[in-house]
Structure formats: structure tokens, C-alpha cells
């Protein structure tokens, strides 16, 4: 019977690359790896719905979900829609929601914060400027004129 040899050198373990970098910076890495694939897939989605997006129906709740954080929020776009096509101006949205305690500059930025929201999600805003007055666009009368007929 032959013996089997044993190696002259035994291989050494590698060192994992939490051991050369350091674990937390390693978890640091992954995390950023993560968070960029997560990125690319949001941006996959978008792109998808804004192809899509003749074919969907959107309903306000959608709109107040994505756009609105608080009950302000849906306040102001309740007054908006009451308003119509006209609009309502800061200090009369203000005179409505004094139980808020909001000022007409926190109103407007208010307001550019959903834009911003609905923006991101679905490509359009969710109120605009009309003078010195701001107003519902078509996309949100549409959302809402559609759950008032039903």
C-alpha cells in the first residue's frame, strides 16, 4: 500500500475580505451595493409606469397616499378641489385651516412637497400656479371627478 504524502506546506486559510477591510467598513460596502441596486430597480419601475401609465386609473386615495403625509396635507388639496379651476389663494387656505395653525408660507411649500412627491412617483403635479393662486392640475381633477361619479 502506498502511503499518502502529506503536502510539505499546508495551504493557509484566506483571509475574508471583512478580515482585510474590516467588518464595519465591509457592512458599510454592502449596504452601498444595496442601496444602489435598490435605486436601479425604483428607477425600472418608474420607467415601466410611465409607459404604462395611459392605461392606469388612478384613484385620490393613490394621489393622498403618495403625495400627502399628514392630515394638512389632505386638507389642502380637499379645499383645492372645493376651489375649481380658479384656486384658492395662501391666505384663504390659511383663514380655512386655522384649527392647523399653518402660515401661508407653509402652505405653498406645503403644496411644492406633494409636487415633489407625485413627481417622483407618477410624472406629474399635483397642484400648480395660476397667478397668485394655486389650483388642482387636470390629472388630480381627473382622479377625483372619477371617485365622486362612481
Known amino acids: ?25 465591509y457592512n458599510q460596502q454592502l449596504l452601498k451595493q444595496t442601496l444602489a441596486e435598490v435605486g436601479e430597480v425604483k428607477l425600472m419601475l418608474r420607467t415601466i409606469f410611465a409607459g404604462l401609465k395611459g392605461s392606469f386609473n388612478f384613484e385620490h386615495s393613490l394621489i393622498e397616499h403618495v403625495a400627502c403625509i399628514d392630515e ?14 380658479p384656486g384658492l389663494l395662501p391666505k384663504d387656505l390659511q383663514a380655512r385651516l386655522e384649527q392647523f395653525k399653518v ?14 412627491h407625485l413627481k417622483k412617483e ?9 397667478g397668485w393662486h394655486w389650483a388642482l392640475t387636470s390629472f388630480v381633477k381627473e ?6 361619479e362612481e
Not at 402660515?103 to 415633489?116: A, E, L, V
Open 122 to 130: 407618477f410624472g406629474e403635479n399635483i397642484a400648480e400656479k395660476r
Open 143 to 148: 382622479a377625483w371627478g372619477k371617485t365622486e
Open 72 to 85: 394638512v396635507d389632505r386638507e389642502i388639496l380637499r379645499f383645492l378641489y372645493e376651489a375649481g379651476s
Open 103 to 116: 402660515t401661508r408660507h407653509q402652505i405653498s411649500r406645503r403644496i411644492i412637497r406633494m409636487n415633489k
Open 1 to 25: 500500500m502506498e502511503d499518502i504524502e502529506k503536502p510539505v506546506q499546508t495551504q493557509k486559510k484566506k483571509r475574508t475580505q471583512s478580515d482585510k477591510i474590516g467588518r464595519l467598513k
